[in-house]
């Protein structure tokens, strides 16, 4: 979530590497919408969709765990390739509870999502939030850059977002900078240490990460490095002697991976962390099926990571 203008409102911002036409279509179409609809795991089954002024869309999203979650959204303003409101959750026997505002504007070939969703009282936008939060709401707008991004290009890809309260110039030092990388990237529970950092473009970074019961070596490769705006590097698996090697709990795991960060300022004091995630270089199939198959683990991984990175936000502040 970003930053909201009134203590009601929840506020959602995104940039999609696609046109306005094909950020709307992904929204309307439902066929499209069931391929991205909802947080991560959960499924869509459509039972109407009439996009126009005073048309609805009833369906149930299906939860990984076998529960359904009936939905209701009536349609009241609908201009194309820029705007929707509707209101959300009311039925026959109960009143809407929210109602929700997209706006879509393009330039250069991107698209800007902005979404405000209006509750009726600040408590209720603060439980909403937190419901968001706990069941992973915010992956709904990872899994539509990931679907225009295998839409156009056919390329899977892993998506993840995240705002912090920190600014920008501070937020690309805690990725860039060797005394602070290793505090928060290692999975919770592990530690790290860089054995060899050098982290500039062309340069190459030795680490290792230990607990939970292992122990293992990687090196980072980095290829642009953008102050303070972008950050692309690629990483793969080494022994402790530095050559290459594989995974130690998943020997199907592609062998290199290339990671695309990018910090966007939200204001001077909030800054989201945009990672994206792909197989680099040469892979079998089965190593492709992996990487897609563990989207769920890789968003359960980064969300430690970040959940580490607030963590020691805290500390570096004080």
């Known amino acids: 979530m970003t930053v909201k203008s009134h203590p ?49 869309w009833l369906y149930t999203m299906h939860g990984p765990d076998g529960v359904d979650f009936p939905n209701h959204t009536k349609f009241l303003e609908v201009d194309p390739y820029k705007r929707l409101l509707y209101d959300h959750g009311g039925f026959e026997d109960k009143p809407p509870l929210f109602r929700v505002n997209v706006r879509f504007s393009e330039t250069n070939g991107k698209t800007k999502m902005e979404l405000t969703m209006s509750l009726p009282t600040p408590e209720a936008a603060t439980a909403t939030r937190k419901f968001i939060k706990k069941a992973g709401g915010d992956s709904t707008w990872d899994r539509l850059a990931e679907f225009l991004k295998k839409e156009s290009s056919g390329k899977e890809v892993f998506v993840i977002n995240r705002s912090f309260n920190v600014g920008i110039e501070m937020m690309y030092d805690l990725w860039t900078n060797p005394k602070h990388v290793m505090n928060w990237t290692p999975p919770a529970g592990a530690t790290g240490k860089y054995i060899r950092a050098d982290i500039r473009p062309g340069g190459e970074s030795f680490y290792e990460m230990s607990g939970n019961g292992f122990t293992l070596f990687g090196k980072a490769k980095y290829i ?15 022994d402790k002697d530095g050559k290459i090697s594989r995974h130690p709990l998943a020997p199907t795991w592609p062998e290199e991976m290339k990671t695309r960060v990018t910090f966007h300022k939200e204001d001077q004091l909030h800054t989201r962390v945009t990672v994206e995630w792909e197989v680099f270089g040469e892979a079998s199939l089965l190593e492709h099926d992996t990487f897609k198959a563990a989207k769920a683990g890789m968003t359960q991984g980064w969300t430690g990571s970040f959940d580490k990175l607030e963590e020691y936000l805290m500390q570096v502040e004080n």
Do not use: H, S
């Open 8 to 56: 009601n409102e929840l506020c959602i911002t995104r940039i999609y590497d696609a046109t306005a036409k094909e950020v709307w279509n992904a929204w309307v179409d439902p066929e499209r919408v069931a391929q991205w609809w909802g947080p991560r795991g959960f499924t869509l089954t459509t039972v109407r969709k009439d996009v126009r002024p005073g048309g609805d």
């Open 224 to 238: 642009e490095m953008f102050k303070p705006t972008r950050l692309v590097y690629t990483q793969i698996f080494v």
